[in-house]
């Protein structure tokens, strides 16, 4: 079964980029089966879908965050990544990785806390 | 896009059933079979309980099950036991290829 694990620095500035790095290991990151997305979760409040990418093909993004946000796929690593620019407090959560199949989030990371902070 | 709209909390004992609503709109809940359900125990990730409006996960109880009519998606779990309280979130695809999910609901075991 697949396993994600996120990793990035865990406090960003404010007006910075925020960048995470989901490493996929028990399958491939080329899968046709799966999309793989971002989710976060401020601190005491619920869960926010950030957006989705599909073998470096497609990406879709929450429009809220759309102006800011890149995913990309790492082929070589079986990694994909996000980029979130210009970062405010209001982005401070726990950001999970997840695989993605028909519109749900099977397989999760554990969870990666970035506070965005000076 | 707008959050699915759950309660905030639910509660039962241990041994009944309760219901967790999910509204949505024509455009996400009511447009398509892809309604998931997530159970969250604090400081862990969320779980896969229910995908596909009533498919359950390889190793999820079958105490755990959904439905949908029109806009609104729920999930029922039934025979209650202490390890359920948790946080409860429903999602949807929607027609904007986006995916939503809801503000969440959390289950107290009385």
């Known amino acids: ?118 | 896009q707008s959050a699915l709209t759950q309660p905030a909390s639910v509660s039962g004992s241990p041994g009944q059933s309760i219901t967790i609503s999910c509204t949505g709109t024509s455009s996400d809940v009511g447009a398509y079979k892809y309604v998931s359900w997530y159970q969250q125990h604090p400081g862990k990730a969320p779980k896969l309980m229910i995908y596909d409006v009533t498919n359950r996960p390889s190793g999820v109880s079958n105490r755990f099950s959904g439905s949908k009519s029109g806009n609104t998606a729920s999930l029922t779990i039934s025979g209650l036991q202490a390890e359920d309280e948790a946080d409860y979130y429903c999602s949807s695809y929607t027609s904007t290829n986006t995916l939503v999910f809801g503000g969440g609901t959390k289950l107290t075991v009385l």
């Open chain 1, 1 to 118: 079964q697949l396993q994600l694990q996120e990793s990035g620095p865990g406090l960003v500035k404010p007006s910075e980029t925020l960048s995470l790095t989901c490493t996929v290991s028990g399958g491939s990151i080329s899968s046709t089966t799966y999309y793989w997305g971002w989710i976060r979760q401020p601190p005491g409040k619920g869960l926010e879908w950030i957006g989705s990418i599909y073998y470096s093909v497609n990406t879709y993004y929450n429009p809220s965050l759309k102006s800011r946000l890149t995913m990309s796929v790492d082929t070589s690593k079986n990694q994909f990544s996000l980029r979130l620019t210009s970062v405010i407090a209001a982005d401070t959560a726990v950001y999970y990785c997840a695989s993605v199949r028909r519109g749900h989030f099977d397989y999760w990371g554990q969870g990666a806390l970035v506070t965005v902070s000076s």
